[in-house]
């Protein structure tokens, strides 16, 4: 009997050996999940961060681009306005050419 509860004994020490290196076992792999999922998270925000950059750049060409096409269009109409009043004044002229 003594030779059964010896071995019990034994095997529960084992038991406790198996599940102390079984939990630290897990706890390495957590650790190891762990930093791979913060190489990842840095990762990902350097290239967020890059691609933030990257839009307010496209942001501000796309403004500067607004701009340049409304400063455009402005032009035009004042151009527009000049011919018309030219060709006016050419008209008048034609009709009147002794006013001048």
């Known amino acids: 009997m003594l030779g059964s509860i010896a071995a019990a004994g034994a095997w529960i020490r084992k038991s406790k050996e198996y599940f ?3 939990q630290s ?3 390495k792999k957590v650790h190891q999940d762990l930093m791979e999922t913060e190489v990842r998270l840095e ?12 839009l307010k750049a496209m942001k501000s060409d796309m403004e500067e681009g607004v701009r340049t096409y409304e400063q455009q269009e402005g032009m035009l109409k004042e151009m527009e306005e000049r011919v018309k009043e030219m060709m006016n004044e050419q008209e008048k002229e034609k009709e009147n050419p002794m006013e001048k």
């Open 25 to 27: 076992l897990r706890e």
């Open 43 to 54: 990762r990902l925000t350097e290239e967020l961060v890059a691609r933030e950059i990257e």
């Open 20 to 22: 102390v290196e079984l």
